[in-house]
């Protein structure tokens, strides 16, 4: 019956086109596989008595999108996945409802506005962990969640249900390469040098880039996830050789596309 549930929602994610689906025991919360990790007030059964599995769906980010950033077409993309994301949580909590399993949807971000984040930096719940624990990626140096599809370039949401579901379990080593690309990349010299489980954001720098960016109508960054080599997407996309974002030698036909995007819709 449990198996049978998990291949119902895998086929209505698929038929949705949502390719990334996980699910993770809300009991893997209570056995931390590694320190510091979501304290209790912060995990699925706290925050939804009676939880027993958290399932996990992830949309990927558009590579050739994404390396236009800060612009106006990342801004577009991104409240589109956004969208998506929490329509798509919110269907799949009410079918697992008519189906006589109480759920609820949390929604991919949960902050009102970034400027809420300068002074109070957490979520009440993170989906990268519940990634994490799904066995859908591991985490890299830029402090997100990578996967072997898309790296860190994948954006995700959770539902919560009482339906005991079979669950995956965390990926074995780690996908991020330790290059350091992510570091010397950010604009804002935001990421420490430091190996996870310890990855060290300085949350204030990040938003702090963020509010000025949406100033511009070009929110947010994501610099950090453009230029990680991690990821299948980069094959499709021919984006292999990471010493296109170095400057425009590489491919300056791409490098100008780029800046003519940039350009127009935002300031
Ligand atoms: C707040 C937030 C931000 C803030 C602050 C950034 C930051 N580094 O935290 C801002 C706006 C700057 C931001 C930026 C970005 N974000 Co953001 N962000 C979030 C958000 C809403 C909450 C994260 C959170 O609170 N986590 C809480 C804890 C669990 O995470 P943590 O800080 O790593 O916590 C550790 C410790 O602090 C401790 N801990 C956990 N909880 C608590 C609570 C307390 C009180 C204490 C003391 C300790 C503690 O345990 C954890 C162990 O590792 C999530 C969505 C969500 N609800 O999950 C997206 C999310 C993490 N962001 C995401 C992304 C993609 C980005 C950006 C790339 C922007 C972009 N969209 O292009 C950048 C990258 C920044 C970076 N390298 O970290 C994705 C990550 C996807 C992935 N593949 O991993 C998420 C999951 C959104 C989504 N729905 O997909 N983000």
């Known amino acids: 019956m449990t198996a049978e549930l998990r291949r119902k929602i895998v086929d209505e994610c698929r038929r949705w086109g949502i390719e990334m ?10 056995d931390p596989p590694f320190e510091p990790w979501p304290p209790e007030r912060f995990r699925p059964k706290a925050i939804f008595p009676g939880c027993r599995t958290v399932i996990v769906l992830g949309l990927p980010v558009t590579l050739p999108i994404l390396e236009t950033s800060p612009s106006i077409w990342y801004q577009e993309l991104y409240k589109n996945l956004n969208a ?45 962990h519940a990634a994490y624990l799904a066995g859908l990626g591991t985490f890299g140096l830029n402090n997100m969640l990578l996967t072997r599809e898309f790296g860190p370039r994948v954006r995700f949401v959770s539902v919560f249900t009482t339906a005991e ?5 965390p990926m074995d080593g780690s996908l991020c390469v330790r290059c350091k690309k992510c570091i010397k990349a950010c604009p804002v010299e935001a990421i420490g040098d430091i190996d996870y489980p310890q990855a060290s954001i300085d949350k204030r720098k990040c938003s702090g880039r963020s ?25 499709l996309f021919r984006r292999k050789d990471m010493g296109l974002y170095d400057g425009p030698d590489k491919d300056p036909e791409l490098f100008e596309a780029w800046e003519h995007v940039r350009k127009y819709g935002s300031t």
């Open 84 to 128: 998506q994301l929490d329509e798509r949580a919110y269907q799949l909590s009410e079918l697992l409802n008519r189906l006589g399993h109480a759920s609820v949807y949390v929604p991919r971000d949960g902050y009102g506005s970034v400027e809420v984040l300068v002074e109070n930096p957490y979520a009440f719940f993170s989906h990268r």
């Open 211 to 235: 509010i000025e960016l949406k100033k511009g109508h070009r929110s947010p960054c994501g610099i950090c996830i453009k230029v990680c080599p991690v990821g299948e997407d980069r094959k």
């Open 21 to 30: 689906v996980g699910f993770a025991s809300a009991d893997a919360w209570d």
């Open 165 to 169: 579901i079979p669950s995956g379990k």
